[in-house]
């Protein structure tokens, strides 16, 4: 079972300031660090250090190809990324002397996926192989569509949410990843409860995961819920523990752990990821996560 992963390539620009650069103001960084991103790319990676089989279906600029050989180099297949003339999506990332961070994003290629990319990943995919999206590429709604028409199976992370998409796209996903955030703004709710209400009365048949944060994570689907406790660990950066999670979760369950299980193994390789500075390079292998799990138990 494959793992077609439509999603954002970024180049994360990241710059060390004093202060945030004020209108007119030309400031001097003396440190910068460039770093592949993106949520997409980094749920491939989370994927593919969790062993499954994944491609990543995305665009860059023909003169980045460096980021095609990162993402080869963790076991993330590439065939499927298209180059073009657009800019490769980035991030140009001020951090202040706070920590704090103020970010100007272009999604650049990652909004020049075409029809013909999808028809040709599509007529690579066997029914029953997932389709993972997030909301960083153009076409969701085409892309899923697609899928649902050849059989595959759809999990989607509507990060940034865009409420209108979702509800056009609901009915034809299978899992559903969201943060609390995410949760409470698709139904204008001010709870993760009221949410998990909205989803079980709107969409009882929907599987949906919501990620709690240091407060682990929910999981709803016709069945019931499953609640699994975060680890406690010290947390350093929490970037890309979400992309961890749902990178873990998914390979979880297409090598048919339960989904108690797999829910599990995915906190304990987002813990992971928060303990380490960074995004895609804080993601645990599944030897560490394995290790990690033993010498909790
Ligand atoms: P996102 O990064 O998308 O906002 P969350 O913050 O909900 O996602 O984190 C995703 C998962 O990462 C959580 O469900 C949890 O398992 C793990 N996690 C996040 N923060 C911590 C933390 N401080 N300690 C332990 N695990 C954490």
């Given at each position: 079972m494959t793992v077609f992963n439509i999603g954002s390539i970024n180049i994360d620009h990241v710059y060390q300031v004093s202060h945030f650069v004020r209108p007119g103001e030309t400031l001097t960084s003396n440190h910068y660090q460039k770093i592949l991103g993106g949520k997409g790319a980094n749920q491939s990676i989370a994927l593919a250090r969790a062993n499954a089989s994944v491609k990543h279906v995305g665009a860059i600029n023909q003169s980045d190809q460096d980021l095609v050989n990162q993402l080869a180099q963790s076991?993330?297949?590439?065939?499927?990324i298209s180059h073009v003339t657009q800019a490769t999506g980035h991030a140009i990332i001020q951090v202040n002397q706070e920590a704090e961070n103020a970010i100007v994003l272009f999604a650049g290629a990652n909004h020049a996926i075409t029809g013909t990319q999808l028809q040709e990943t599509f007529a690579q995919a066997q029914a029953g192989d997932w389709v993972l999206l997030q909301n960083?590429?153009?076409?969701i709604d085409t892309a899923i569509s697609l899928a649902k028409a050849n059989n595959l199976q759809v999990a989607f992370n509507p990060a940034p949410m865009d409420k209108t998409l979702v509800e056009q796209v609901i009915e034809q996903i299978d899992l559903l990843i969201v943060n609390e955030v995410e949760a409470m703004d698709l139904f204008n709710v001010k709870s993760v409860e009221a949410a998990q209400r909205q989803f079980s009365q709107q969409h009882p048949q929907l599987a949906v995961i919501i990620t709690l944060g240091s407060a682990g994570v929910r999981y709803l689907d016709k069945d019931g819920v499953i609640d699994v406790a975060a680890f406690n660990v010290q947390a350093i950066d929490t970037t890309a523990a979400g992309d961890t999670f749902i990178g873990y979760c998914l390979a979880g369950l297409m090598s048919e752990q339960p989904i108690a299980l797999a829910l599990r193994q995915a906190c304990a390789a987002s813990a992971l990821c928060v303990t380490?500075?960074?995004?895609?390079?804080?993601?645990?292998t599944l030897e560490q996560v394995t290790q990690f799990l033993e010498q909790q138990a």
């Open positions: 076991g993330v297949g590439t065939a499927l960083e590429t153009n076409g380490q500075n960074g995004a895609s390079t804080s993601i645990p």
